[in-house]
């Protein structure tokens, strides 16, 4: 009987902390965790991976676009937010709280520990509101053009941004104003003592940040590629090419940005449901297969980028463009080197 309840406890503590679930309890005691030493396993190391490759991807997305003039474009200014987002989720909420958990969580850190629970639900729900405002943004622009290249100004653009960042920041200090005290000394990630107000906190915020940008960007991208086949029908007698394929060529950039979302979180969502509402009964294999799953939507931040860059035309061009010169350069420079210094000794 006491196993069978064990298992149970630690896995409730990791439903209804989605964002920061781990093997321990509620609120950590700083005689346990104050010896703890650096000691990474393999999730720790799985972690340590994924947080420098997201550092990495965001780092070069952003240089890319605040350091060339051509890519300045008011669409790329939300882009280039989430780019943002990447690099802060990575060196604030990756790195301490899941590669470097056996440093942050212990009587020392004990306020940064507790303050990673809220900022694991800031930058998540940051990253689905920057997917909303990205497919607004594309879709007012290819359904209502003369419209968006109106009310598309650096002022609109920034209250946007400045929404998507303020909105969440308000969501995510709920509980620690209402239902979830800090103690000093000890690492407190839920309130044993009000599980019901926890539970239909994190019920709320995790349908809010997942359904409505799905909502949103299947909305928007439908309505966007049914916009392009009406066209199609009727330029067909008509020599628009080139308009009918970057029609085409939107919707199918819209659509794999929509199913990259989905392979990425729609798995964790649906575990996550299910283990809540007992269609799934809690087991050690049940918290292994819940880490897979929160690595995989955890990667997101870093794989958007790398989506973008390749899907988005301006900046894939450039990229050819430099990976052209560049290469011309070397064989230039090769076939100099080789012509002026043949037999000089190194």
Same mark, same amino acid.
């Given at each position: 009987m006491t196993s069978t309840k064990t298992v149970p406890n630690v896995t409730?503590?990791?439903?209804? &902390?989605?964002?920061?679930?781990?093997?321990?309890?509620?609120?950590?005691?700083?005689?346990?965790?104050?010896?703890?030493?650096?000691?990474?396993?393999g &999730?720790?190391?799985?972690?340590?991976?994924?947080?420098?490759?997201?550092?990495?991807?965001? =780092?070069?997305?952003?240089?890319?676009?605040? =350091?060339? #003039?051509?890519?300045? #474009?008011?669409?790329?200014?939300?882009?280039?937010?989430?780019?943002?987002l990447g690099i802060l989720w990575s060196a604030m909420y990756i790195f301490?709280?899941?590669?470097?958990?056996?440093?942050?969580?212990?009587?020392?850190?004990?306020?940064? =520990?507790?303050l990673t629970a809220l900022l694991g639900i800031f930058f998540t729900i940051v990253i689905n509101l920057h997917l909303?405002?990205?497919?607004?943004? %594309?879709?007012?622009?290819?359904?209502?053009?003369?419209?968006?290249?109106?009310?598309?100004t650096n002022y609109a653009i920034t209250i946007s941004i400045g929404v998507v960042w303020v909105l969440p920041l308000s969501i995510a200090i709920i509980p620690p104003l209402t239902f979830r005290n800090f103690s000093s000394g000890a690492c407190v990630l839920v309130n044993s003592d009000n599980l019901a107000a926890e539970e239909s906190y994190f019920i709320a915020v995790f349908s809010i940040l997942f359904f409505v940008p799905i909502i949103c960007m299947v909305f928007a991208y439908s309505h966007i590629?049914?916009?392009?086949? %009406? &066209?199609? #029908?009727?330029?067909?007698?008509?020599?628009?090419?080139?308009?009918?394929?970057l029609n085409i060529k939107a919707a199918k950039y819209l659509s794999i940005i929509v199913g990259v979302f989905l392979i990425a979180w729609l798995p964790y969502v649906i575990f996550f449901f299910a283990i809540y509402v007992g269609a799934v009964r809690p087991n050690?294999?049940?918290?292994?297969?819940?880490?897979?799953?929160?690595?995989?939507?955890?990667?997101?931040? =870093?794989?958007?980028?790398?989506?973008?860059?390749?899907?988005?035309?301006?900046?894939? %061009?450039?990229?050819? #463009? &430099?990976?052209?010169?560049?290469?011309?350069?070397?064989?230039?420079?090769?076939?100099?080197?080789?012509?002026?210094?043949?037999?000089?000794? %190194?």
């Open positions: 409730t503590l990791s439903i209804t &902390q989605p964002w920061n679930a781990s093997n321990a309890n509620t609120s950590t005691s700083p005689s346990v965790v104050g010896s703890r030493s650096l000691d990474l396993n &999730q720790n190391i799985a972690w340590l991976v994924l947080a420098i490759f997201t550092l990495l991807t965001n =780092c070069s997305f952003l240089f890319l676009i605040s =350091c060339i #003039k051509n890519l300045r #474009k008011p669409s790329n200014s939300f882009i280039a937010s989430m780019a943002v301490p709280r899941w590669a470097l958990s056996s440093i942050i969580n212990n009587s020392e850190n004990w306020f940064y =520990c507790s909303c405002l990205i497919s607004l943004d %594309k879709y007012i622009a290819i359904i209502f053009p003369f419209f968006y290249l109106k009310h598309a590629f049914l916009i392009a086949n %009406k &066209q199609l #029908k009727v330029l067909a007698d008509q020599d628009n090419s080139q308009h009918r394929f050690l294999e049940i918290i292994d297969a819940l880490f897979v799953l929160r690595f995989l939507a955890f990667s997101y931040p =870093c794989i958007n980028p790398v989506m973008y860059g390749l899907l988005q035309s301006d900046l894939r %061009k450039y990229i050819n #463009k &430099q990976m052209f010169f560049r290469n011309n350069r070397i064989e230039m420079l090769s076939t100099s080197q080789f012509g002026f210094s043949n037999g000089r000794p %190194k």
